[in-house]
């Protein structure tokens, strides 16, 4: 049960970043399926693929899953969470000036990258 929330609660991280700074989720919610939940990198962008099937790409998902690379009950478990948060992210990015959002929306790419380079 505990899982259940973690995963709600990335998703619904990865929702508000969506809404707040106009980016897909994935840009959160793949690092923290490596670093937080021991993903592997397939596995991390597979299952947000499949998170994701609504509103993206079915056949990127197919390919990912004829490998073995996706995790249906993670995405769908996440994707509670992204319906909601993607709200509130658009909420909260209209409360910011323009100039806020884009500073913010660099230093979050920012420090994804700083991990994804350096991190294990």
């Known amino acids: 049960m505990t899982e259940i929330i973690q995963f709600i609660i990335l998703g619904l991280f990865g929702g508000i970043m969506s809404g707040l700074l106009g980016i897909g989720g994935a840009v959160m919610i793949i690092p ?3 670093y937080i939940f021991g993903f592997d990198q397939k596995m991390a962008q597979g299952t947000t693929l499949a998170m994701l099937i609504p509103p993206v790409g079915l056949l990127g998902v197919w390919q990912y899953y004829s490998t073995g690379n996706v995790n249906f009950k993670v995405a769908g478990i996440m994707c509670i969470g992204i319906f909601i948060g993607a709200y509130l992210g658009g909420y909260l990015a209209n409360q910011f000036s323009s100039d806020t959002l884009r500073k913010f929306f660099g230093v979050m790419l920012l420090l994804i990258s ?7």
């Open 32 to 34: 923290a399926l490596v």
């Open 114 to 120: 700083i991990k994804m380079i350096f991190g294990k």
